[in-house]
């Protein structure tokens, strides 16, 4: 009873094709240099064996080259018998495979999907047939909302707590999200004796839970596979989907994870029922980025459905009574659309290797507002000021001349209507210069992707400062409070059609 939506990802490294099964997608393969790994480092090289990838053994999943190079002299040395030194570079192929998988009722003990929902049909099969034993690291807020359900559902699936089940609870808030929780978690798994190949670790909770229980996983015998079922909108349509783990070290956000994904992220939008009207427009800011990057369904459907879709936490529900008998998909589709551009995004530059992201979208300065206004009393979410970013994003893609009023207009309306804000007080000139020379250190220049339409993109290298300071005037009057919120006012944003 596994799936509506099965997404699975395959990505060998370094010239990855990516399948998106239900959507016959492919993404055209990722090329890289070669990295020579040796112990010397020669100023000329002489390759002496046969370059051509070599047939490996598929059975290890991975093809590899070893190219073999004389190096010149390392030694200056006059001695006729001594022999020069040889240098080996290797490129290897690994292979990830992943699975994102819709699964409603996750928690059902009739739905065998957080026992095997990673597995494929042949290999379901099989473990049906063995003892199954799971770790599960779950948050401890979440635990308190759906522990009981989740303890019934190994109960009744014939497993032991203690012996076949290992249920972790454990504080996962952003305070907390530490290496030390990480080695709880990889203490835990030394504990409970993990059978490595054959029981992932279940992550269940927010982004905090999912980067901390796959950072875990990834250090933990070098590579342990794990589960990710998200909690939250934004671990639902975001952590969840790409390959990332991480915590904050030293004050500095994600500054340890690695690049290793789950084996499966599985999908249950029951969960958020539970959350917090905030946190689920935070979530929606993230799924804005997507739409006006590159969806313009997605974007139609935020357009006419956002405020009901986070006073509904994405739950079906008849708009009107004539509506009762009808089955209500947009919560869904805007779910699906939301993982599918994000994972046409990430699949293909799951290491980063391209720094030209359109997910950057709203976090250009966004990361940086939200780090300014912390401890503030303007503090902001995640998704709140990625939401600021947009905002000030598309007036400046207008005053560029890359969208028209009507779009701006259109596209601001949107991201004002669901509760986020589009404008704080916090953005003035010396900030905003603040994190331009930021973004510009951390992504070796600008690249700043703008709306060049409503669902369509592009990254821009050449903008300049100026411009920059230029829409912030714009920004403030378009954006700025009309009342005492930092609200728009659609009648603020009605007149800015009416210029045009
Ligand atoms: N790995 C990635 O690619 C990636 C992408 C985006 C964000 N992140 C990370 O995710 C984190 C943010 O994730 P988040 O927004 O999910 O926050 P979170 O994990 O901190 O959760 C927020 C709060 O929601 C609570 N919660 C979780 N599920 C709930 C539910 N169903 N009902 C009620 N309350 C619930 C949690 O207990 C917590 O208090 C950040 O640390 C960010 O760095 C990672
Ligand atoms: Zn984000």
Same mark, same amino acid.
């Given at each position: 009873?596994?799936? &509506?939506?099965?997404?699975?990802?395959?990505?060998?490294?370094?010239?990855?094709?990516?399948?998106?099964?239900?959507?016959?997608?492919?993404?055209?393969?990722?090329?890289?240099?070669?990295?020579?790994?040796?112990?010397?480092?020669?100023?000329?090289?002489?390759?002496?064996?046969?370059?051509?990838?070599?047939?490996?053994?598929?059975?290890? !999943?991975?093809?590899?080259?070893?190219?073999?190079?004389?190096?010149?002299?390392?030694?200056?040395?006059?001695?006729?018998?001594?022999?020069?030194?040889?240098?080996?570079?290797?490129?290897?192929?690994?292979?990830?495979?992943?699975?994102?998988?819709?699964?409603?009722?996750?928690?059902?003990?009739?739905?065998?999907?957080?026992?095997?929902?990673?597995?494929?049909?042949?290999?379901?099969?099989?473990?049906?047939?063995?003892?199954?034993?799971? !770790?599960?690291?779950?948050?401890?807020?979440?635990?308190?909302?759906?522990?009981?359900?989740?303890?019934?559902?190994?109960?009744?699936?014939?497993?032991?707590?203690?012996?076949?089940?290992?249920?972790?609870?454990?504080?996962?808030?952003?305070?907390?999200?530490?290496?030390?929780?990480?080695?709880?978690?990889?203490?835990?798994?030394?504990?409970?004796?993990?059978?490595?190949?054959?029981?992932?670790?279940?992550?269940?909770?927010?982004?905090?839970?999912?980067?901390?229980?796959? !950072?875990?996983?990834?250090?933990?015998?070098?590579?342990?596979?794990?589960?990710?079922?998200?909690?939250?909108?934004?671990?639902?349509?975001?952590?969840?989907?790409?390959?990332?783990?991480?915590?904050?070290?030293?004050? &500095?956000?994600?500054?340890?994870?690695?690049?290793?994904?789950?084996?499966?992220?599985? !999908?249950?939008?029951?969960?958020?029922?539970?959350?917090?009207?905030?946190?689920?427009? &935070?979530?929606?800011?993230?799924?804005?980025?997507?739409?006006?990057?590159?969806?313009?369904?997605?974007?139609?459907?935020?357009?006419?459905?956002?405020?009901?879709?986070?006073?509904?936490?994405?739950?079906?529900?008849?708009?009107?009574?004539?509506?009762?008998?009808?089955?209500?998909?947009?919560?869904?589709?805007?779910?699906?659309?939301?993982?599918?551009?994000?994972?046409?995004?990430?699949?293909?530059?799951?290491?980063?290797?391209?720094?030209?992201?359109?997910?950057?979208?709203?976090?250009?300065?966004?990361?940086?507002?939200?780090?300014?206004?912390?401890?503030?009393?303007?503090?902001?979410?995640?998704?709140?000021?990625?939401?600021?970013?947009?905002?000030?994003?598309?007036?400046?893609?207008?005053?560029?001349?890359?969208?028209?009023?009507?779009?701006?207009?259109?596209?601001?309306?949107?991201?004002?209507?669901?509760?986020?804000?589009?404008?704080?007080?916090?953005?003035?000139?010396?900030?905003?210069?603040?994190?331009?020379?930021?973004?510009?250190?951390?992504?070796?220049?600008?690249?700043?992707?703008?709306?060049?339409?409503?669902?369509?993109?592009?990254?821009?290298?050449?903008?300049?400062?100026?411009?920059?300071?230029?829409?912030?005037?714009?920004?403030?009057?378009?954006?700025?409070?009309?009342?005492?919120?930092?609200?728009?006012?659609?009648?603020?944003?009605?007149?800015?059609?009416?210029?045009?």
């Amino acid at each position: 009873m596994v799936s &509506s939506l099965p997404l699975c990802l395959s990505q060998p490294t370094p010239t990855p094709t990516l399948l998106f099964s239900s959507f016959g997608c492919t993404v055209p393969p990722l090329t890289r240099a070669p990295d020579l790994v040796g112990l010397f480092l020669p100023a000329q090289w002489t390759t002496i064996s046969d370059p051509q990838r070599s047939e490996y053994d598929p059975s290890i !999943l991975s093809t590899a080259r070893i190219d073999t190079a004389k190096s010149v002299d390392v030694t200056a040395s006059s001695d006729a018998s001594h022999h020069s030194a040889l240098a080996w570079s290797c490129t290897s192929q690994i292979e990830f495979s992943y699975k994102v998988v819709e699964c409603p009722d996750i928690l059902d003990p009739a739905n065998d999907a957080l026992l095997f929902g990673h597995l494929s049909s042949a290999d379901r099969a099989m473990a049906k047939k063995t003892t199954q034993r799971r !770790l599960v690291v779950i948050d401890e807020h979440v635990d308190d909302l759906y522990g009981e359900r989740l303890r019934n559902y190994f109960e009744q699936r014939g497993m032991k707590q203690g012996t076949d089940v290992e249920i972790l609870r454990l504080p996962m808030v952003e305070e907390e999200k530490s290496i030390e929780l990480v080695l709880q978690v990889c203490e835990a798994m030394k504990k409970f004796n993990i059978p490595r190949r054959a029981s992932p670790v279940i992550a269940v909770g927010g982004g905090v839970c999912l980067d901390v229980v796959g !950072l875990a996983a990834t250090l933990f015998r070098r590579k342990t596979p794990y589960v990710r079922v998200p909690t939250t909108t934004l671990s639902y349509v975001d952590a969840s989907v790409g390959a990332k783990s991480g915590v904050n070290f030293m004050g &500095s956000k994600n500054r340890l994870g690695a690049y290793v994904p789950p084996v499966a992220a599985l !999908l249950d939008s029951q969960f958020l029922r539970t959350e917090e009207r905030r946190a689920v427009a &935070s979530g929606v800011a993230e799924m804005s980025k997507m739409a006006i990057m590159k969806s313009p369904e997605l974007f139609e459907l935020l357009e006419s459905h956002a405020p009901r879709l986070v006073s509904g936490r994405f739950q079906r529900m008849p708009s009107s009574a004539e509506q009762e008998q009808q089955e209500d998909v947009v919560p869904g589709r805007v779910l699906q659309l939301s993982i599918e551009t994000m994972l046409e995004e990430l699949a293909p530059n799951l290491w980063e290797a391209s720094l030209d992201r359109l997910v950057d979208f709203g976090h250009a300065i966004g990361q940086e507002l939200e780090m300014h206004a912390l401890g503030t009393e303007h503090e902001l979410t995640h998704g709140e000021s990625v939401n600021v970013d947009m905002a000030f994003m598309t007036v400046l893609a207008k005053s560029k001349g890359l969208i028209s009023s009507a779009e701006q207009a259109r596209i601001l309306k949107m991201l004002s209507s669901y509760g986020c804000p589009i404008w704080s007080p916090l953005m003035t000139k010396e900030f905003l210069e603040h994190a331009l020379d930021e973004r510009r250190k951390l992504s070796m220049g600008l690249r700043l992707p703008l709306p060049v339409g409503v669902g369509k993109a592009a990254i821009f290298h050449d903008v300049e400062y100026e411009e920059c300071f230029a829409a912030l005037d714009t920004f403030h009057v378009l954006c700025g409070p009309a009342d005492d919120l930092h609200l728009k006012s659609s009648a603020k944003l009605s007149s800015s059609v009416v210029e045009e």
